[in-house]
């Protein structure tokens, strides 16, 4: 390494749904254009709480990806979106469209 470092930051558009093939081709690009990443920022990623310890969507499977295939360590604010979406702290009550995107940082 010569001391350089490669970022790449996508809007991934959760926003506007996250179907399991639209998933799947962003992460063949991943698997196919990224290999040389240091640091990828995604924001507006999908998710879906699966239970305590798991989440679903976008998030999940991106997770996975770079967490098993990639060995990144990765942090999200998932949690924090989720527990907006249960605020009845202005001005979060007042949003009619659903509070289901995070961000994610994954780094080597």
């Known amino acids: 390494m010569d001391g350089?470092?490669?970022?790449?930051?996508?809007?991934?558009?959760?926003?506007?749904?996250?179907?399991?093939?639209?998933i799947e081709q962003q992460l063949n690009?991943?698997?196919t254009h990224t290999l040389d990443v240091d640091v990828f920022l995604f924001q507006a990623v999908n998710y879906e709480r699966v239970d305590e310890d798991e989440w679903g969507g976008q998030l999940g499977a991106f997770l996975r990806y770079f967490e098993s295939e990639r060995d990144f360590d990765c942090v999200h604010t998932g949690d924090w979106a989720r527990e907006?979406?249960?605020?009845?702290?202005?001005?979060?009550?007042?949003?009619?469209?659903?509070?289901?995107?995070?961000?994610?940082?994954?780094?080597r």
Do not use: M
């Open 84 to 107: 907006l979406s249960q605020s009845t702290i202005q001005p979060q009550q007042s949003i009619d469209t659903p509070h289901n995107r995070c961000t994610l940082t994954a780094s």
């Open 4 to 22: 350089t470092i490669t970022i790449c930051s996508w809007n991934v558009q959760g926003e506007i749904g996250a179907s399991k093939g639209r």
């Open 29 to 31: 690009f991943l698997r």
